[in-house]
């Protein structure tokens, strides 16, 4: 029996596994399949935009955690996010570099501007600043990337701090392998992988270049070679980033291996392929957790759990057609189904209620139940679990997973002790 279950393989569920596992805890590891990281952009969005921006465009962690007592981070707390933040730099000190109350203002694949907190090292020269020169180029043989589009969207845009800058694009024609004509982002990731794809590529690129350019390119610049992007700049004389890619994303498999690996070596038991059914509790104590299994169910049973599986998207929230929600292993109790109609006319709009309905938790994130009680005094939740924020407005959804992650975990880790 491992002291501890883990329940998701996302940014909350990989980020608690190590942080226990690296204290000395037994830990279990359930998923039913690759985590949603492999769908991101590779990047930790703590805070892009304040929920009342508009009056309070500046609005901080603390602020947020003082003003909307419902928002996770107000039971997370500012320090909790700063720690984990700090945490997530230090288990991965060559992929991510940044501050918890900064953002970077990198471009988006169609060109947009987007914020956000912490960034691999081969996005940092991507950094919009006023009066920057940048040089977009698009790979003729992938498809995904039209770098005409998103240079003109940046040479139109006000920048955040009211700047703006020079863009244009070009395109060149170095296949990823021979006689294929339509490659993807990861065909090309592995290709850039080889220090002689580089060296051909740098040198049919390098005299498109004009004299203190930043050269921007899909994010695809090496799937295991940390220094590729830099490799290729020193190649080039030119700063170098990389712009994320529609999914699957290459940062984000990236973030994704980089995390599971260091779990692995930690000593964190990794259970794939095997979906959470139904659950054990004896006295409000939750004793163990079943999974389905080719053959048999199975139960893992542990001291404490971490229920980390995500929101909507991932099936850890269900919607049926009466508009009831639900949460779908522990029928657990839901914050914010009192905010009227979940699901009104402006789907998307940010003040949609449905996508900010979750469990409510204490700030040793326990879940608890609509009276302020903990429902069980051995069950923790991390990430998209958890409710009263809209996460994608707000773009504070990786800075929720870690921060409730690193804070469920040492909760943890001092009830074990």
């Known amino acids: 029996m491992s002291r501890v279950v883990v329940i998701g393989a996302g940014l909350a569920g990989l980020v608690a596994a190590n942080r226990l596992a690296s204290a000395g805890v037994g830990v279990t590891l359930l998923t039913k399949g690759i985590g949603g990281l492999q769908l991101s952009q590779g990047t930790i969005d703590v805070l892009g935009y304040a929920p009342d921006r508009v009056t309070n465009p500046v609005l901080t962690l603390s602020a947020i955690a003082s003003a909307r007592p419902g928002h996770p981070y107000a039971a997370i707390g500012a320090a909790g996010v700063h720690t984990g933040i700090e945490y997530l ?46 040089v977009v180029v698009g790979l003729r043989r992938l498809k995904d990337f039209h770098p005409a589009l998103v240079a003109e969207n940046l040479a139109r845009t006000t920048l955040p701090d009211g700047g703006r800058l020079v863009a244009r694009p070009v395109s060149v024609d170095v296949p990823a392998r021979d006689a294929e004509v339509d490659s993807s982002g990861l065909t090309y990731a592995r290709a850039f992988d080889d220090p002689a794809f580089r060296a051909r590529f740098a040198a049919a690129l390098k005299p498109l270049l004009g004299d203190g350019e930043t050269v921007g390119l899909p994010a695809v610049l090496g799937l295991k070679d940390r220094t590729a992007w830099s490799d290729l700049a020193d190649k080039l004389g030119h700063p170098v980033f990389e712009i994320p890619l529609p999914p699957p994303s ?10 599971m690996a260091s779990a692995k070596a930690a000593g964190v038991r990794v259970v794939n392929g095997t979906r959470a059914v139904s659950v054990r509790i004896e006295d409000a104590v939750v004793k163990g957790v079943t999974v389905a299994t080719a053959g048999a169910d199975r139960e893992f049973t542990a001291d404490a759990f971490v229920l980390a599986a995500g929101g909507f998207e991932s099936g850890a929230l269900a919607l049926d057609s009466y508009g009831t929600v639900t949460e779908t292993l522990f029928g657990l109790p839901l ?30 994130m326990r879940v608890l139940d609509g009276n302020g009680a903990v429902v069980h005094p051995n069950l923790y939740a991390a990430g998209g679990i958890i409710g009263g924020s809209s996460r994608w407005a707000e773009k504070s959804g990786d800075g929720i997973a870690v921060g409730s992650a690193v804070v469920a975990a040492d909760s943890i880790l001092e009830v074990l002790a």
Request: proline share 9%; with cysteine.
């Open 335 to 364: 914050a914010g189904l009192d905010a009227g109609p979940l699901v009104h006319g402006d789907y998307w709009g940010p003040e949609q209620p449905l996508f900010s309905v979750g469990v409510r938790v204490a700030g040793d």
């Open 250 to 259: 290459v940062p984000g498999m990236r973030l994704n291996e980089a995390l």
């Open 89 to 134: 730099k230090q288990l991965l000190p060559d992929l991510l570099v940044g501050d918890a109350e900064a953002n970077y203002q990198l471009p988006t694949a169609v060109g947009a501007i987007r914020p956000t907190c912490l960034v691999q090292p081969s996005m940092v020269a991507g950094h919009l600043k006023d009066g920057a020169k940048v």
